[in-house]
C-alpha cells in the first residue's frame, strides 16, 4: 500500500501564488512518475504537469511558464508551485505517483485531492 499527502491547497486573488506538496509513504521500492492533475467542476480530470525520475517535465499548455513541478527523491515528495494563478485554474489537483513496491509489483496512486480556488 502507498499513502499519498497533499498539502497547500487554498484560496488566492487572481495573481497569486500557491505551492502544493505531496509526500508518498508505505511499501515504495522506488518510484518513477509522479504529477498533477486537475478537475474543475463538469470537467474531465486533466493533467497540469509531470516529472519522470530523470527530472523530465511535461506542462499542459495551459499552465506553462506560470507553474513548475519539482520532486526531492529523498522524501518522496512531489511540489507544484503555482504563479500568476488565474479563475480558470481552480479546481481540486491531485497527486499521482507510479512506482514499484516492496513486493515488486506496479502501483499507481492518487492523493485525496487538494482545492485550489483563485478569486477574480
Known amino acids: 500500500q502507498v499513502q499519498l499527502v497533499e498539502s497547500g491547497g487554498g484560496l488566492v486573488q487572481a495573481g497569486g501564488s500557491l505551492r502544493l506538496s505531496c509526500a508518498a509513504s508505505?511499501?515504495?521500492?522506488?518510484?518513477?512518475?509522479m504529477g498533477w492533475y486537475r478537475q474543475a467542476p463538469g470537467k474531465q480530470r486533466e493533467l497540469v504537469a509531470a516529472?519522470?525520475?530523470?527530472?523530465?517535465?511535461n506542462y499542459a499548455d495551459s499552465v506553462k511558464c506560470r507553474i513548475t513541478i519539482s520532486r526531492d527523491n529523498a522524501k518522496n515528495a512531489v511540489y507544484l508551485q503555482m504563479n500568476s494563478l488565474k479563475p480558470e485554474d481552480t479546481a481540486v489537483y491531485y497527486c499521482?505517483?507510479?512506482?514499484?513496491?516492496?513486493?515488486?509489483?506496479?502501483?499507481?496512486?492518487w492523493g485525496q485531492g487538494t482545492q485550489v480556488t483563485v478569486s477574480s
Open positions: 508505505g511499501s515504495i521500492r522506488s518510484i518513477d512518475d
Open positions: 516529472i519522470t525520475s530523470g527530472g523530465s517535465t
Open positions: 499521482n505517483v507510479v512506482g514499484i513496491s516492496r513486493k515488486f509489483s506496479l502501483f499507481n496512486s
